[in-house]
């Protein structure tokens, strides 16, 4: 039978960033968490909570940028301590080959955003100052050298759909490949959808021409469409409460609410649809 639990969480611990990427759905969220004991709280809850539908093996870190919480590094080990995977999705600006040997201690897969195959493109998207992708490929190879799990997010946006992204994801040979149609959170990104929105015909313009692409170990890429990617993710807010982005707004939840009726925030069937679930053992 297949097993329809959730077992991955999308934990943003922070809304702060150096970047300013136009597109970015998460510019405002609530407070951060900055004592120890109430993280180690929040990651025991994680651990503990097993139900039917919960079973959290897996935590993505991400933000905002992750490095810029206080006690990330804290973070990342008390979760490996703990037993999860670990994932951090960052824009890499603050890997570099000093620190990269101490977040693989305690990291089983990182993953680098990269939007366009053009430094210029991703400057003009306000993701970095024109050096974006070439930072990342330097930081794709230090993540292999580490022997961490490579993983690339894309959103595709208005300036990028009709780009061809083979080359430059065969450089950087990641384990996994999510492309992103552009979603639109409401009182996060509004200031950009006339700018940086595409249309379904658009996105499945950039998966055509993507579909093919073979990842390492013959891993196909995985496309969100709008549609895809509401309801369909287990999200924490920063201090640690569910966040629901199903209405295209985001709607918070106690944790122990969302247990006792997980199905009102996460469409598991959605969550298993979109690749959900994978081998993610380092
Ligand atoms: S790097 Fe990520 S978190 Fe930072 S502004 Fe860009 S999309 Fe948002």
Request: hydrophobic share 35%.
């Amino acid at each position: 039978m297949k097993d329809r639990t959730i077992k991955s969480i999308n934990w943003h611990i922070t809304a702060k960033c150096n970047y300013k990427c136009k597109f970015c759905y998460v510019q405002r969220l609530d407070t951060e968490i900055l004592d120890l004991n109430e993280a180690f709280s929040v990651l025991n809850k994680l651990k503990d909570s097993k139900t039917d539908d919960i079973n959290i093996e897996k935590i993505n870190f991400v933000g905002g940028e992750p490095f810029l919480h206080p006690l990330f590094y804290e973070l990342l080990k008390m979760a490996h301590a703990l037993g999860f995977t670990t994932s951090i999705v960052t824009n890499g600006s603050f890997i570099n080959d000093r620190n990269i040997a101490e977040i693989g201690k305690y990291t089983d897969w990182i993953g680098i955003s990269v939007d366009s195959i053009s430094n210029l493109k991703e400057a003009e998207l306000a993701r970095g100052k024109g050096k974006h992708v070439s930072h990342a490929i330097e930081v794709s190879d230090l993540i292999h050298e580490q022997g961490i799990k490579l993983k690339v997010n894309t959103t595709v946006t208005k300036m990028t759909y009709r780009e061809n992204m083979h080359q430059l994801i065969h450089r950087m040979n990641p384990h996994r490949w999510k492309a992103f149609q552009m979603l639109h959170i409401k009182g996060q990104n509004d200031n950009c959808v006339k700018e940086l929105a595409i249309t379904d015909e658009e996105f499945n313009d950039f998966i055509n021409r993507h579909k093919h692409i073979r990842l390492t170990g013959g891993t196909k890429p995985v496309f969100e469409s709008n549609e895809d990617m509401k309801g369909s993710y287990l999200i924490l807010s920063p201090s640690g409460k569910v966040i629901s982005n199903s209405s295209g707004s985001y709607q918070t939840f106690e944790f122990d609410d969302f247990l006792n009726n997980p199905e009102s925030v996460v469409d598991i069937g959605k969550y298993l649809g979109r690749d959900g679930l994978y081998d993610w053992k380092k």
